[in-house]
């Protein structure tokens, strides 16, 4: 048996994970949750997908930075322990989403000048940002992103998440635009639990959303956020 109370599959780069992501540590902080961090790849999720055709311009360059990062990442839990995955991703998290972006970030991202200060600054070897050119580590993060969609189906993006691992159940999402208030997280949560508790239950979904509220997405405080369609997690401009 799993000693985690939720699986978090999530690719770096994927701004609504990290906004669920950011839900989740506040739900688990109340509840005291064990969170699992798996790894899922936007850029394996679509490889079969003529990038230029289906996505805007800077998709391709923010998924593979997306991918290298999860090399890193496999890495470090290889040599440090699942335990340091969770704050690798939140100092990813909060260096990608939480301030403001110069132009070409998608592809710096993926870089040592990214990372090094990020893996210094959570007590880590810098040389652990060899593996972002490393794809003996894609394997493995293949073999996790097939795990997330053997549980859910393919017409998903990220996050993933299992309650109740193994043996519970898996959904995509919740996919949501806006941090809840620290008194409404557990709140919302519960009644997230309350569908997937249900066996019967297999969706709740509309594509129209906002850009999720973070600054690194381009967010500003005092902008009205127009509502776009996505597709499976992303702003596809073809299915």
Not at 111 to 121: G, K, Q, S
Not at 159 to 165: G, H, K
Not at 209 to 224: I, K, Y
Request: with cysteine; charged share 25%.
């Amino acid at each position: 048996m799993s000693d985690a109370d939720l699986r978090f599959w999530f690719d770096p780069v994927c701004p609504f994970a990290w906004m669920t992501s950011k839900w989740v540590r506040m739900v688990s902080e109340q509840r005291q949750y064990a969170v699992e961090w798996r790894f899922i790849s936007l850029r394996l999720l679509n490889a079969h997908i003529d990038y230029d055709a289906h996505f805007p311009p800077e998709y391709e360059a923010g998924h593979t930075s997306g991918l290298r990062l999860l090399r890193v990442a496999a890495r470090v839990r290889a040599e440090h322990g699942p335990e340091a995955v969770g704050p690798l991703y939140a100092a990813l998290g909060g260096q990608i989403f939480e301030t403001a972006n110069e132009p070409g970030h998608e592809v710096r991202r993926g870089t040592r000048d990214f990372l090094e200060p990020l893996l210094a600054d959570l007590g880590l070897p810098t040389d652990l940002a060899a593996a972002l050119d490393d794809d003996s580590w894609d394997a493995q993060i293949q073999a996790e992103t097939d795990e997330a969609l053997a549980l859910t189906g393919k017409d998903v993006g990220t996050p993933i998440l299992q309650f109740r691992p193994p043996d519970g159940v898996a959904f995509f999402g919740p996919v949501i635009s806006r941090l809840p208030a620290e008194a409404e997280a557990v709140q919302l949560w519960d009644h997230v639990i309350g569908l997937a508790s249900f066996p019967g239950f297999a969706e709740l979904k509309r594509s129209l959303r906002e850009r999720p509220q973070l600054v690194g997405f381009g967010w500003r405080p005092e902008e009205q956020q127009a509502q776009e369609d996505w597709h499976g997690g992303s702003r596809r401009q073809k299915k």
